[in-house]
């Protein structure tokens, strides 16, 4: 094995940021902006999402949404003042460091670069990873599907079967890679799932390799 690859929203860094973003700060600029009561804005908002739903690559971009609903806010101040709710899982740091010394490591993440960049920056994990791909940015790809692994592979010179893949989605971050014959695991930190391959933290991942 020669490559591990991670995912990040809900595998390193918690979800609370993104969720925050999309379900309360864009909501709250549309309220301002047109006068309206908060719920009423953000019922109006979730519709909006629905509509294109999350197989659209629009979805996945904040900018796209500012200019769609007519806000004229800058999407790195919109994003920054949620900066403060982006963190790292306990275990984070202390795993990293460790596989680092013996593995390449890398992000390959569904978030958009805008996402991925303050996440990162904030949490200071960027000098554990050789490279970080988005799915959305990177290759205009809605999933991780098995060409963006396959991609993400060729890029890095190396068969499927060199690298080991984690993350909290069972079929994006586990199943689909899995059939590409990546080592994969399934972080399950609801420990709702039972299997070899699927364990509750980072730190049993570690002990696993």
Known sequence: MKV???????????????????????????????????????????????KIGDKAIEWYDIKHWLHFFGLDNNWEILLGKFKNRIQTYPEVHEVLSALNQSYKLIITSNAAREFLNIEIETTSISSYFDHIFSATSDFKEVKKTDKFYLN??????????????????????????????????????????????????????????
């Open 4 to 50: 591990i690859s991670f995912d990040l929203d809900g595998t390193l860094v918690t979800d609370e940021f993104s969720q925050i973003v999309w379900h309360q700060g864009i909501p709250e600029l549309y309220a301002e902006r047109y006068g309206h009561d908060f719920d009423e804005a953000k019922r109006f908002i979730f519709q909006e999402y629905e």
């Open 152 to 209: 993400i592979c060729n890029l890095l010179d190396i068969k499927p079967n060199q690298m080991i893949h984690i993350g909290d989605h069972f079929e994006f971050d586990y199943l689909i890679p899995q059939q590409l014959g990546i080592t994969s695991f399934y972080l399950d930190r609801k420990e709702e799932r039972k299997g070899s391959a699927i364990v509750k933290d980072l730190k049993e991942f570690m002990k696993m390799l």
